[in-house]
């Protein structure tokens, strides 16, 4: 593998951390999809624990629901401690006065 090539690898539970632990593919090189469901803050705390960037899929469940509440599901997706990056700290999600 290239050592600079960094992999999508879907990590939505326990199991599946320890199914990547077994490949022996290094954490640095990894972003972890965690699905398309919210996981808890201690889920996202244990994989951000280790360096790693979390992604999740809305599949369009985001824009249906700030299409219908305007920006309060940004607003409270951007307050939540999962949005954030170990690398760069909490991201700061643009302030928008209509979706």
């Known amino acids: ?13 326990e199991e599946e951390i320890g199914r990547l632990e077994e490949t022996g593919i290094p954490w640095n090189r990894v972003i972890a999809f965690t699905g398309v469901a919210e996981r808890s803050v201690e889920f996202n705390r244990a994989i951000h624990d280790k360096g790693v960037f ?30 954030f ?15």
Not at 1 to 13: C, D, F, G, K, Y
Not at 85 to 99: D, E, F, H, V
């Open 1 to 13: 593998m290239a050592p600079e090539l960094m992999l999508s690898v879907t990590i939505r539970n």
């Open 54 to 83: 979390t992604i999740l899929g809305t599949l369009g469940n985001l824009d249906k629901s700030a299409e219908a509440e305007e920006t309060r599901c940004i607003s409270a997706l951007s307050k939540k401690e999962q949005i």
């Open 85 to 99: 990056s170990p690398q760069i700290g909490p991201s700061k999600l643009p302030k928008q006065s209509k979706l």
